[in-house]
């Protein structure tokens, strides 16, 4: 863990370059560890989002534990369940928000599971000074100090300040390619330029299944529970 104190810092204006958007769905279950398969899903009807240099995906997520720390572990037979609030998002340029609005009315096939997309909300980014991503990649076998290391040195080249940094459970993504090692990771007391900058650009590869996508998160005085 890397932890350093600071203060508060007031949020300005949240550059609309790249959103989120946020759609209704109907589907009762997804595989967990259905990130390749609702990647390919998604550029079948999206033929450019693959090569959207700006783009990424996020993993959909049902009940869990941990504000998203941790969820089910993923066997090859394993489901999530999903409530009527579930939804889906791709972070995206505003420039391709009306394009991607073709998911609507498409039902994807995910891992044997349908997935039918229903309207969607552009939704800003957030200016929250506490981000976390449930999956960022690293080698097999990389311990926590060396991924830590590792993420610390790569954010401060995105010109990120670092104060405060802690990884999660390791976690395993499955294609076709070969597996994706990753772990959480969770960053506060971020200033609000620095913390929309990772929301837009993202860390490590993979952003298009779900990897190194950051999302607001509401606090850490509990973060070291949830990590276990």
């Not at 989120?20 to 109907?26: A, Y």
């Not at 391709?96 to 997935?115: C, F, K």
Request: glycine share 10%.
């Amino acid at each position: 863990m890397y932890w350093e104190e600071d203060d508060e810092r007031a949020a300005g204006p949240v550059p609309g370059d790249i959103v989120d958007l946020s759609f209704r769905i109907d589907c009762r279950a997804l595989p967990v560890d259905h990130a390749h398969a609702l990647y390919t899903e998604v550029s079948r009807v999206l033929p450019w989002f693959g090569s959207e240099a700006g783009a990424a995906l996020h993993t959909i997520h049902g009940a869990e534990s941990g504000n998203g720390w941790y969820r089910p572990e993923s066997g090859a037979d394993d489901v999530i369940y999903l409530s009527r609030r579930t939804r889906f998002t791709l972070r995206l340029p505003a420039h391709r928000v009306e394009a991607a609005r073709a998911l609507t009315g498409q039902t994807l096939e995910v891992g044997g599971h349908a997935l039918r997309i229903e309207e969607a909300t552009v939704r800003p980014l957030s200016a929250g000074t506490t981000l976390f991503a449930r999956y960022v990649v690293g080698p097999a076998g990389e311990a926590e100090d060396e991924f830590l290391h590792r993420t610390v040195a790569e954010l401060r080249a995105l010109g990120v300040q670092v104060k405060k940094v802690m990884c999660g459970r390791g976690h395993v993504i499955r294609t076709p390619a070969g597996e994706l090692h990753t772990r959480s990771l969770m960053l506060a007391d971020l200033k609000p330029a620095d913390s929309i900058r990772l929301q837009q650009a993202g860390i490590g590869p993979a952003r298009k299944l779900g990897c190194g996508v950051f999302i607001p998160h509401k606090g850490v005085k509990k973060a070291d529970e949830t990590l276990l």
